[in-house]
């Protein structure tokens, strides 16, 4: 079985609410979307077009090759399926796999539980067939082969990125409550900024949004920052497959005349982190570093360009009541010093929000982990609304 000869499902999961921008970029590398749903988007193609998608794809998780379709009551038919496939024909004699799933079947308490049935079926067939066997655990180093079973439906398929897709690469000092890389970009496109306008981003923390701004801008990939994927342990895989997709990514990044992307904190240990992190993604020079309060981030006076903000979101009574005057300056800041910009504020509470005191003309609704999200965006008229 030569899995990179053959056509089959491809399922390109995300965390919840991003899969609207996860099927823009998937369409925009020229693939057609055969469903969306909440967490992901299905396509059909071949294992060279997931090497494509996991270098490319800033909003994804994980790619998901599917090898079989098949129905499963219990563990021991879920076992009697797997033991039936050819894994010498997939995996390296002297390879390493793993597996992971998402299990929701009556007869099954726990996960690994179903990852052990897996796991000893692949053994048991191999065996068979060659005297030995591959070695196993949970490192996600090798193969990860991932099961989706839910009710008697189940399927197996080969997880081709292994490490998740959701962290960019680059990113070494995480710094305080940072926002994933694959929410940022997410959130990025959600935006109205077109990439060559000014982008200010106070706040910055950790600079992850200000360097996925830069990264969007100068159409960066994420493969550029990752040399190790799933795909990569696959019998009958070849460097030259890897190497054709990554040569494209070098190529089509590009210069961007005049951009201004300006990334302030009050924190000096922030904006060192930043510059690490920005140096890391090639990006340092795009990115203009300030120390000061947000309400002194300097604002170029052309406009048109976009003002983000991820501020903190408070989870204690005394951090809470000391952020409502934080809510309040952002909104004043917002009104009076970014006249002709798009104001954004990305926040998971939703009651601070209404401190902000400017009404939104979009809610755009995230998840971060589990916290109901919005990016909530406002109009900052330069003049009257006439005008």
Not at 65 to 78: M, Q, V, W
Not at 191 to 199: A, C, I, L, Q, V
Not at 278 to 306: K, Y
Request: net charge negative; proline share 3%; with cysteine.
């Amino acid at each position: 079985m030569d899995v990179f000869s053959i056509t089959s499902r491809i399922v390109i999961t995300c965390s919840n609410r991003l899969s609207p921008y996860l099927k823009m970029e998937v369409e925009e590398l020229g693939f057609v979307s055969l469903k969306v749903f909440k967490t992901g988007v299905e396509i059909e193609g071949r294992l060279q077009d997931c090497i494509k998608l996991n270098l490319n794809l800033r909003c994804a998780s994980q790619v998901l090759f599917c090898l079989n379709d098949f129905e499963a009551e219990n563990a021991d038919k879920l076992y009697r399926e797997l033991i039936q496939m050819p894994w010498e024909e997939i995996i390296p004699a002297d390879g390493y796999f793993s597996i992971s799933s998402n299990v929701s079947n009556e007869t099954i308490t726990n996960n690994l539980f179903a990852n052990v049935k897996v796991k000893d079926a692949i053994a048991d067939r191999y065996r068979d067939k060659t005297g030995a066997r591959p070695d196993s655990g949970a490192a996600l180093e090798g193969i990860v082969l991932h099961l989706y079973w839910k009710e008697k439906e189940a399927s197996i398929f080969i997880d081709t990125s292994g490490e998740t897709l959701s962290k960019h690469g680059y990113r070494k000092i995480p710094g305080k409550a940072p926002m994933l890389e694959s929410l940022a970009a997410a959130t990025l496109m959600a935006t109205n900024w077109n990439r060559r306008s000014p982008f200010i981003n106070p706040m910055c923390g950790s600079g992850t949004v200000a360097i996925e701004a830069a990264l969007l801008a100068t159409n960066r990939r994420p493969g550029l920052y990752r040399s190790n994927y799933s795909f990569m342990h696959i019998r009958g895989y070849e460097s030259k497959m890897y190497d054709l997709e990554f040569s494209q990514l070098e190529k089509q990044v590009i210069a961007v005349n005049g951009l201004q992307i300006t990334a302030s904190d009050i924190s000096e240990d922030a904006i060192e982190i930043s510059k690490v992190n920005a140096g890391i993604a090639g990006v340092e020079d795009l990115i203009s570093f300030q120390l000061c309060d947000f309400a002194d981030s300097i604002v170029p006076e052309d406009g048109g360009g976009v003002i983000f903000f991820n501020p903190e979101y408070g989870d204690r009574l005394g951090v809470e009541k000391e952020l409502e005057e934080t809510y309040g300056r952002m909104g004043d800041f917002l009104k009076k010093s970014c006249k002709g910009y798009t104001g954004y504020i990305f926040t998971g509470n939703l009651e601070l929000a209404k401190k902000i005191g400017l009404k939104p003309k979009r809610r755009i609704e995230f998840y971060t982990s589990k916290i109901d999200c919005r990016l909530f965006e406002y109009e900052l008229y330069a003049g009257s609304r006439e005008k």
